[in-house]
């Protein structure tokens, strides 16, 4: 197969002779796997690390493939490659996750040998999607792009998956360790629910450092992410991440793999034993041989550099016109395209929710015609966001309306980004082998009964999510409204919880009531928003309302006067 | 059960003493770690070479003191799953400057070789009946890495990844 560059002024790395060597090793690894696997030689419980550290579940119906996007950054080539994917070994379609990752639900354990080399060409992989080591490293869909944006996280982005792929030692940790990383202190990235976030900023010198949180996490025991550091200077960034990474490799629980997150290590251990642990650690570690070369920042950050922006002027009064002209594009311009730093451009979510749909999946078909359309109007790059939509990070506004029509006629023009129709929700019962309840009909249910545009738009800023279990792949607690799936002697029930926000100041929601059987749970989330409507303030989000009135006139309206 | 240095086949002097077994006054022997600390003393004398065996649970930072004993540290995998082993090895080498031969036992997968061997692991006491061709082939899988590790002092810090020799 011929090998495709990603066009010159995508924002992605790119590849080189050593990076491609790597991959192709690692599919003759895992080849070698398979059929070690198939012959006996490996036991299927020394297969199945192997086979999670290439992204490989066995799900309810069929084993699900979970391919890397690192920080969710796509060349247009790549996203053709993975349509082609799709079509051939899957079902003609894809889904996009929360961690900015692109699974198909469909594979064949025998085929995945062959997806890999397929991937490997298109420079792309399936290392550390899942298993008990470093995955996927995520961040600010806007990177690059969004006017508040004091560092490119990017760069320290990919820097992290170069540090972390097959990690010597940080391979077989206790449990899953997830990184995010922003670059601006309106926090897109949500970094305090990771294993370690951290926030890329400069001092008065301009010289770039990170505030460092660890032992954020959901799932049964949510918690915030503590800050550890207020300062980790460039230079020491991989030093102070082994130092953490040791102290949890060490000290990590591995006994009960629900207390087995570095979360419990940070707030249950204690955080100043935690912090103290990892400072002696990084006293150690600190030197010439794990300091981060400037060097390697720079050759890094040339794969990032701005695409070269045309001087336009800050309006188009092309992209004024045709919203006064038509009303549905005026709409999707409102809720789908923001701002951009430079003058004249804009960055556009292309919403993967459609009313009724399945949130984040998306066909090949459509995922060919992304690609075409970033090749035109984005510099050849797509974005795959944690709230499971994409981004066209660049776009002129001068063809945003041009852009908007080839969307719509294709069924991407959904025009609810950020509105409550836009809801995470996880695979759930329909596919997942942990889940206890069913989340895609309960988040579609919701989405038609808040369909009305004009409704939805009064409503404005309010989060969804769902998830289908306790592990919170959906996020629930940092919905402002959560919704989880449980299983009561066999029936499937959802519990609401209010509050949650994923922001730097953010919260985990807190149960309202009882779990209500399905339809009584879509009816309380609408009798919410509508006490919600009636209670509001001028100007006030959801989540303002909430903190003013409290939960009580929720709990009230929910379940009677207590 | 087979020993493998540098990918191959190698001939074992040591012999594990168990913990309520005499120690031969002849011989390389390793002892476990809480043993040791019990005899440390009577063992002053023995002219002969000592290894020490530790647990999973076990840091490098237990027997730091004592390194200089050694010309052996096992360093035990329970489970192939249970990492802590890769950070014990790494300590020894990096922190404690420790130039003996680290060994690791227990379970451990081919899948790991290289693992092991960046950590600082010189031998891998591999499990009985296991494919050893499979191990040698692990040996050499990787030309690339990404990260600095133990064993590559030598090339320059220009690039977050590097290339180790081929042979290993």
């Known amino acids: 197969m011929t090998y495709l560059a990603p066009k010159r002024h995508a924002g992605v790395y790119r590849y080189d002779d050593y990076d491609r060597q790597f991959l192709n090793e690692r599919v003759a690894e895992y080849r070698g796997q398979v059929a070690r696997r198939l012959n006996g030689d490996l036991t299927e419980d020394e297969f199945k690390p192997l086979r999670l550290m290439n992204g490989l579940y066995l799900q309810l119906h069929a084993y699900m493939l979970r391919i890397a996007i690192p920080y969710g950054a796509l060349a247009t080539h790549q996203l053709r490659g993975l349509a082609r994917i799709g079509r051939r070994w899957d079902k003609g379609y894809g889904h996009f996750t929360t961690r900015q990752n692109l699974q198909f639900n469909w594979i064949r354990l025998e085929d995945t040998p062959e997806i890999m080399a397929e991937l490997a060409a298109i420079d792309m992989h399936a290392i550390q999607t899942s298993g008990n080591c470093i995955r996927n490293v995520t961040t600010d869909q806007f990177a690059g792009a969004a006017p508040d944006e004091v560092v490119d996280p990017r760069v320290y982005a990919e820097i992290l998956r170069q540090w972390s792929t097959i990690h010597p030692e940080f391979t077989y940790l206790p449990r899953k360790f997830k990184i995010a990383i922003t670059g601006s202190a309106n926090d897109r990235a949500a970094i305090r629910v990771h294993d370690v976030g951290l926030l890329a900023k400069r001092n008065a010198e301009g010289e770039i450092g990170f505030a460092v949180y660890a032992g954020g996490g959901l799932g049964r025991t949510p918690y915030l992410g503590a800050k550890i550091s207020d300062w980790v200077g460039e230079q020491d960034l991989i030093a102070y991440l082994e130092a953490i990474l040791r102290v949890y490799n060490q000290f990590g629980r591995r006994d009960n793999m629900y207390k087995a997150r570095i979360k419990i290590l940070v707030h249950q251990g204690g955080k100043q034993t935690f912090i103290d642990n990892v400072e002696a650690e990084f006293a150690r570690i600190r030197g010439p041989k794990y300091r981060l070369d400037p060097a390697i920042v720079e050759t890094i950050e040339r794969n990032f550099a701005p695409p070269p922006f045309e001087e336009l002027l800050a309006h188009s009064a092309t992209f004024d016109r045709a919203r006064r002209e038509d009303a549905a594009f005026a709409v999707w311009a409102r809720n789908n395209v923001r701002d951009h730093r430079a003058p004249g451009y804009a960055s556009v979510t292309i919403s993967l929710k459609p009313i009724g749909g399945v949130t984040g999946d998306i066909t090949s078909d459509q995922m060919d015609l992304v690609a075409d359309l970033a090749d035109r109007h984005s510099f050849g790059e797509v974005r795959v966001t944690h709230e499971q939509n994409l981004v066209l990070a660049h776009v002129r506004q001068d063809d945003l309306y041009d852009l908007w029509k080839a969307l719509d006629a294709a069924g991407l023009g959904t025009p609810n980004a950020g509105l409550i129709t836009d809801l995470i929700t996880c695979p759930g019962l329909d596919y997942c082998s942990l889940a206890n309840a069913r989340s895609i009909p309960i988040g579609q249910e919701i989405q038609k009964r808040f369909a009305d545009q004009q409704r939805q738009q009064e409503i404005g800023d309010l989060k969804i999510k769902m998830s289908g279990c306790i592990n919170a792949c959906g996020h629930h607690h940092l919905g402002a409204i959560g919704i989880l799936g449980v299983d009561k002697k066999g029936e499937e029930f959802y519990q609401i919880t209010l509050g949650g926000n994923a922001e730097l100041d953010g919260a985990i929601g807190d149960i309202v009531g009882a779990a209500l059987p399905p339809d009584e749970a879509v009816d309380a989330v609408e009798s919410i928003v509508d006490l919600y409507l009636e209670r509001r303030q001028p100007g006030e989000r959801f989540l303002d309302t909430l903190a003013r009135i409290g939960m009580g006139p929720f709990k009230e309206k929910l379940y009677g006067a207590a | ?168």
């Not at chain 2, 594990?16 to 022997?29: M, S």
């Open chain 2, 1 to 168: 059960m087979a020993l493998l240095k540098e990918g191959r086949p190698a001939e074992d002097v040591w012999t594990h003493v168990a913990d309520d077994a005499p120690v031969p006054a002849n011989g390389a022997v390793i002892l476990g770690l809480a043993r040791w600390v019990k005899e440390r003393d009577a063992l002053a004398g023995r002219n002969a070479p000592l290894g020490v065996r530790l647990g999973s649970a076990d840091r490098a930072d237990s027997v730091a003191a004592d390194l200089g004993r050694f010309a052996l540290v096992a360093v035990e995998f329970p489970k192939f799953r249970d990492g802590r082993g890769f950070s014990t090895a790494r300590n020894l080498r990096e922190h404690h400057g420790y130039t003996g031969e680290i060994r690791a036992v227990g379970h451990v997968l081919p899948d790991q070789y290289q693992m092991l061997r960046r950590c600082g692991f010189d031998s891998v006491a591999v499990p009985d009946g296991a494919d050893l061709a499979v191990w040698t082939a692990a040996h050499t899988r990787y030309t690339v890495a990404y990260q600095g590790a133990v064993g590559d002092e030598a090339e320059p810090l220009s690039l977050l990844r590097r290339r180790f020799a081929k042979a290993g």
